[in-house]
């Protein structure tokens, strides 16, 4: 029989939980908006279930990158991009993508908390309505449900589901955003500075919820804050001047970062 010793049991318990499957990938990404280009050839790998956070100076186009990834992009007249991202292998801008398809594999929370002007159990079944993930009463109850579970925020609202969502503190918002995006069942879920409104508590509550999410999902986050990324992510993307200058753990690229510009970003020296 085969004898694993502890160190190989250790090794594959941490394999298991931070696996190296690739779920996106960019590829030479250049975006430009009109004459003006926003990023210059990105190459960047996204893990399954992990969380990937994007820093860097303001305007360094993380926001672009993160937007790219979910043609978020394509709404914006003058913007343009190419190169190549894939998802699960499948190229994201093939024209036979089906673009609202892809935004919900691919689902998004913004910065500022942008639930609908409807009830809270409306914004959680407005997105399973339009892609006919339930019809009947009990199936997006059940939706709702599972979703406001799984965004940390049920017990809090169970006897106001009709009320609202508006309503709402900015925190429990935001956590209704993320449990609306979780409700069409997303793989991956991009987060652009989602804490950038809350106060020290709602920040504490979603982060922790980042953490929980990983599990069932992979997500990509822009933070302008150094201790959230080194909090709630596994691996960090340092952009500069639209360039990715370097990728890769977040332990290291917060104690022993391969290139300068990052070391000067992270003890505060720009940006
Ligand atoms: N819709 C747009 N039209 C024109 N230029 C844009 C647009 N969006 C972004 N840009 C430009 O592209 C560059 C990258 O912007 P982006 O928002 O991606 O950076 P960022 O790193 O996310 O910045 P921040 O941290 O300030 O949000 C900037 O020079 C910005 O002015």
């Known amino acids: 029989?085969?004898?694993?010793?502890?160190?190989?049991?250790?090794?594959?318990?941490?394999?298991?939980?931070?696996?190296?499957?690739?779920?996106?990938?960019?590829?030479?990404?250049?975006?430009?908006?009109g004459e003006k280009q926003a990023l210059f050839g990105v190459n960047l790998d996204v893990r399954e279930n992990q969380v990937t956070a994007l820093i860097g100076p303001s305007g360094c186009g993380k926001s672009t990158f993160l937007r790219c990834l979910n043609r978020m992009n394509d709404t914006i007249d003058i913007a343009r991009i190419t190169g190549k991202i894939t998802l699960d292998g499948e190229d994201i801008?093939?024209?036979?993508?089906?673009?609202?398809?892809?935004?919900?594999?691919?689902?998004?929370?913004?910065?500022?908390?942008?639930?609908?002007?409807?009830?809270?159990?409306?914004n959680i079944a407005y997105g399973p309505r339009i892609h006919g993930l339930a019809t009947k009463k009990s199936e997006f109850d059940e939706v709702v449900e599972a979703s406001l579970q799984k965004a940390g925020l049920f017990n809090e609202v169970k006897d106001r589901l009709h009320e609202p969502g508006t309503g709402l503190s900015g925190g429990q918002q935001q956590r209704l955003c993320i449990a609306r995006a979780i409700a069409v069942s997303p793989e991956v879920i991009l987060m652009d500075e989602p804490c950038s409104a809350l106060d020290p508590i709602a920040t504490a509550k979603v982060?922790?919820?980042?953490?929980?999410?990983?599990?069932?999902?992979?997500?990509?986050?822009?933070?302008?804050?150094?201790?959230?990324?080194?909090?709630?992510?596994?691996?960090?993307?340092?952009?500069?001047?639209?360039n990715l200058v370097e990728e890769g753990p977040t332990d290291k690229m917060f104690t022993n970062p391969d290139d300068k510009r990052t070391q000067d970003y992270i003890t505060g020296r720009f940006g």
């Not at 941490?14 to 960019?26: F, W």
């Not at 910065?111 to 409306?122: A, G, L, T, V």
């Open 207 to 242: 982060e922790e919820l980042i953490d929980e999410l990983r599990e069932n999902y992979t997500i990509v986050i822009v933070t302008h804050s150094m201790q959230q990324a080194a909090r709630v992510s596994q691996r960090t993307a340092m952009f500069h001047l639209g």
């Open 93 to 122: 801008y093939d024209p036979r993508i089906d673009v609202v398809e892809l935004r919900a594999r691919v689902g998004m929370v913004f910065q500022k908390p942008n639930p609908f002007p409807k009830s809270i159990y409306e």
């Open 1 to 33: 029989m085969n004898m694993l010793t502890d160190a190989a049991v250790e090794e594959a318990l941490d394999a298991s939980q931070n696996s190296d499957t690739l779920k996106m990938r960019g590829e030479d990404v250049c975006v430009f908006y």
